[in-house]
């Protein structure tokens, strides 16, 4: 699995001019429709696979330096309706945006819709920039919200709204 964790900021950015607070772990996967999960090992095993991606979504360079030239849509509701109707054998998204759209389109379907192993993931982050002139105190503020949900258990009642189960996945949060 790919991980774009550190690549956006260097360590002097991240160090100089803002404040990270890194609090989820967004997993893009490869989501089938009546079919078992998608398994592979290496993303070039993919390239045998007819897969929808999101125009910009952050695997997109993975899957092309890989060789595969996905069907890019602009409309996640698009390539849920592609997939269901068989035009794809795949859409790669991250997974909290997967599940809430295609249980509202299919909610009877729920159950046919099957997820591979992450694809890549990255940190779902909150950020401050400490040259704003509120920029430490709203952070102060922010982690004290965020570590109050998460001692609550309310962050992961919350997240678990989007994965259409009530409850988020092990492994989500950071």
Not at 3 to 19: C, G, L, M, N
Not at 45 to 57: A, F, Q
Request: with cysteine; charged share 25%.
């Amino acid at each position: 699995m790919h991980s774009a964790t550190s690549a956006v900021f260097t360590p002097y950015e991240k160090r100089s001019t803002i404040i990270v607070h890194s609090f989820l772990n967004v997993r893009w996967c490869l989501f089938s429709y009546d079919r078992p999960p998608i398994s592979f090992k290496r993303i070039e095993e993919l390239r045998k696979y007819h897969i929808g991606t999101y125009i910009g979504g952050a695997d997109n360079s993975l899957i092309r330096k890989a060789g595969i030239v996905p069907e890019e849509k602009s409309s996640l509701e698009s390539l849920i309706k592609m997939l269901h109707y068989g035009r794809l054998d795949a859409v790669s998204i991250c997974d909290i945006a997967f599940y809430p759209k295609a249980y509202q389109l299919y909610p009877a379907d729920k159950e046919k819709f099957s997820v591979s192993r992450p694809v890549i993931q990255v940190d779902g982050s909150v950020m401050f920039s400490k040259k704003h002139p509120d920029g430490e105190r709203l952070s102060r503020i922010f982690a004290k919200g965020l570590a109050e949900l998460k001692r609550s258990g309310r962050l992961r009642q919350i997240v678990g709204r989007y994965y259409g189960k009530g409850q988020a996945p092990d492994g989500v949060f950071l």
